[in-house]
Every structure is written in structure tokens, then in C-alpha cells.
Antibody
Framework: EVQLVESGGDLVQPGGSLRLSCTAS????????MHWVRQAPGKGLEWVSG????????GHADSVKGRFAISRDNSKNSLFLQMSSLRAEDTALYYC???????????????WGQGTLVTVSS | QSALTQPASVSGSPGQSVTISCSGT?????????VSWYQQHPGKAPKVIIY???KRPSGVSNRFSGSKSGNTASLTISGLQAEDEADYYC???????????FGGGTKLTVL
């Protein structure tokens, strides 16, 4: 059974930093690209970042480019999102999600975690 | 990159069919067949129900179907059931920008 478990969400002040983690199990992690997708309270889905199986391809939404960095450690079946210069509008539930293919532009996203909540507020 | 455009809400009675549109541009929906649709029930994670415009993952009911014409993709749900009441999101890859974009979401109400 595919499982994606996110952690690291917290309350952080504007301008602060946070690192999210996702631990994967139930599938061969380095056979798949991975993504982070967020959902602000009561709002829709927003793709944040994607990374190919070997970290050779990386993409970020314009709204987080230069502030967020996605990475992965295939030896630990783990995905990360380093977030800096956080803003109130970054407040959201952050989902870790698996791509069907090797590259993050392959799609679709076929499995999702349950999310970790990031709140940016003073 | 702007979000894809979906109607905020649609509704239908049990047994009827409804169609949800997803309007994009020639940079995303219009050029590539990398359009997917997700169903999300309240408090739950999204679930893919259509990918590559028309394909259905294993286990997804054949009451769900996808299509595309020009810059607009569509999701049709036939034989509406109470359990179909949920939020639906379209998603497309934007190759020129190397990113994915979601629609704003459509709330389906089964009357």
C-alpha cells in the first residue's frame, strides 16, 4: 500500500523558515517523480513544486520561486520542501504527492498524503 | 501563470449527467494532452479520476469521462450518485514554464 506521510508543519512568523518532510513507503521511491501541492483553508489546490526521480528535473510555481526549494533523498525514501521568507499567503495544508512517471512533467499525480499544516502569522 | 478557469459550482439530480468545463490557453490545455481531473471530498486528500484528458485510472467508475476541444477540457459525470458530491479540480502541465497549474475548483451538488 502506497503511503506518504508529511511532517514539519508549524506556526511560523512572517519572514521565517520551515522545512517540510515526506516519508514514502509501499512503492519504489526512485521510480517516481514527486510533488508538493498546497491548499489554503477553504481554497483550491495549488501546485508548489515538483522533482524528477533523480533530482535532474525541478520546477517551482512562480509564487514560491526563489523562496522554496524541493529536494529528495532516495536512500531514505524522503522528499523535502525548504521554505524561506514565508508570507501569510503561504498558510496552507501542504500535500506530498507522487507522480505516476519518472519526471515531474509526466503526470498525473496519483497518490497523495494527508497533508501537514503550515501557518504563517505573527 | 494563471489558474485554469472552472465554474464555481454545478448541480444535478441523481441519475442525471453534469459536465464541468476547464478553460485554459494555447500554452497549456490547448497544446498538450496532460490534463487531469481530481475529486476531493471534504477533509480528504484529492483523488485522480481522469488523466491524459480521457484516461481513467483502474478502479475509477466509467461514469466519469474526459474530453477536450481547443483550449477547454471537460469532465462529464453520468448517472449522478450522492457520493459524487465533492469538489472537482482540473490540472494541466505548462511546458513553456515547466510547471503545473490547477483550476479554481468546482463544487458539485447532487440535489
Amino acid at each position: 500500500e502506497v503511503q506518504l506521510v508529511e511532517s514539519g508543519g508549524d506556526l511560523v512568523q512572517p519572514g521565517g523558515s520551515l522545512r517540510l518532510s515526506c516519508t514514502a513507503s509501499g512503492f519504489t521511491f526512485d521510480d517516481h517523480a514527486m510533488h508538493w501541492v498546497r491548499q489554503a483553508p477553504g481554497k483550491g489546490l495549488e501546485w508548489v513544486s515538483g522533482i524528477s526521480w533523480n533530482s535532474g528535473g525541478i520546477g517551482h510555481a512562480d509564487s514560491v520561486k526563489g523562496r522554496f526549494a524541493i529536494s529528495r533523498d532516495n536512500s531514505k525514501n524522503s522528499l523535502f520542501l525548504q521554505m524561506s521568507s514565508l508570507r501569510a499567503e503561504d498558510t496552507a495544508l501542504y500535500y506530498c504527492a507522487r507522480d505516476w512517471g519518472y519526471d515531474f512533467w509526466t503526470g498525473p499525480i496519483d497518490y497523495w498524503g494527508q497533508g501537514t499544516l503550515v501557518t504563517v502569522s505573527s | 501563470q494563471s489558474a485554469l478557469t472552472q465554474p464555481a459550482s454545478v448541480s444535478g439530480s441523481p441519475g442525471q449527467s453534469v459536465t464541468i468545463s476547464c478553460s485554459g490557453t494555447s500554452s497549456d490545455v490547448g497544446t498538450y494532452n496532460l490534463v487531469s481531473w481530481y475529486q476531493q471530498h471534504p477533509g480528504k486528500a484529492p483523488k485522480v479520476i481522469i488523466y491524459d484528458v480521457t484516461k481513467r485510472p483502474s478502479g475509477v467508475s466509467n461514469r466519469f469521462s474526459g474530453s477536450k476541444s481547443g483550449n477547454t477540457a471537460s469532465l462529464t459525470i453520468s448517472g449522478l450518485q450522492a457520493e459524487d458530491e465533492a469538489d472537482y479540480y482540473c490540472c494541466s502541465y505548462v511546458r513553456s514554464s515547466s510547471l503545473w497549474v490547477f483550476g479554481g475548483g468546482t463544487k458539485l451538488t447532487v440535489l
